[in-house]
Antibody, heavy 122, light 107 residues
Framework: EVQLLESGGGLVQPGGSLRLSCTASGFPFSSYAMSWVRQAPGKGLEWVSGISGGGGTTSYADSVKGRFTISRDNSENTLYLQMNSLRAEDTAVYHC???????????????WGQGTLVSVSS | EIVMTQSPATLSVSPGERATLSCRASQSVNNNLAWYQQKPGQPPRLLISGSSTRATGIPARFSGSGSGTQFTLTISSLQSEDFAVYYCQQYNNWPPTFGQGTKVEIK
């Protein structure tokens, strides 16, 4: 059974930093691209960042480019999102989501984690 | 980026009735369109990919159709567990983008 478990969310002041983690199980982690997708309270879904199965290719939404960094440790089956220079508009539940192939090409997301809440406020 | 527009925002349906949800893309996405179901406090669940292919374990009462810019998700006979928010997502162009959602509520 595929499981994705996020952690690392919390309350942070504007300009602060946070690192999210997503621990995966139930599938060969390195064989699949992974993404972070966020959902502001009461709002819809926004793709944030993606990384290829091998970790060599990454991509970011314009709204987070230069502030967020996605990475993965395939030996630990873990996906990360380093978030710097946080803004109030980054407040959201952050889900990790699995792609159907190793490639970072746009695709559907076939499994999602429960998410971790990031709140940016003074 | 491609803008996805869903209608209606809210759909009130009685159990056992058919629900028809629409999704329109600002430019052609071919058949690279997915549908998700999200219940309160839960992550999205993939229902349909490739416009019409049901994901593993998804009941046959869920069907998808369309190509290009116009897509439809049909729930043939609503069950109590189907009341939720439904999102479409295009993955033809980068970045992948989602519609704003349609809430299916009990009439």
């Amino acid at each position: 059974e595929v499981q994705l478990l996020e952690s690392g969310g919390g309350l942070v002041q504007p300009g602060g930093s946070l690192r999210l983690s997503c621990t995966a199980s139930g599938f060969p982690f390195s064989s699949y691209a992974m993404s972070w997708v966020r959902q502001a309270p009461g709002k819809g879904l926004e793709w944030v960042s993606g990384i290829s199965g091998g970790g060599g290719t990454t991509s970011y939404a314009d709204s987070v480019k230069g502030r967020f960094t996605i990475s993965r440790d395939n030996s630990e089956n873990t996906l990360y999102l380093q978030m710097n220079s946080l803004r109030a508009e980054d407040t959201a539940v952050y889900h990790c989501a699995k792609g159907p192939t190793p490639y970072i090409a746009a695709a559907e997301f076939d499994y999602w984690g429960q998410g971790t809440l990031v709140s940016v406020s003074s | 980026e491609i803008v996805m527009t869903q209608s209606p925002a809210t759909l009130s349906v009685s159990p056992g009735e058919r629900a028809t949800l629409s999704c329109r893309a600002s430019q052609s996405v071919n058949n690279n369109l997915a549908w998700y179901q999200q219940k309160p406090g839960q992550p999205p669940r993939l229902l349909i990919s490739g416009s019409s292919t049901r994901a593993t374990g998804i009941p046959a009462r869920f069907s998808g159709s369309g190509s290009g810019t116009q897509f439809t998700l049909t729930i043939s006979s609503l069950q109590s567990e189907d009341f939720a928010v439904y999102y479409c997502q295009q993955y033809n162009n980068w970045p992948p983008t989602f519609g704003q959602g349609t809430k299916v509520e009990i009439k």
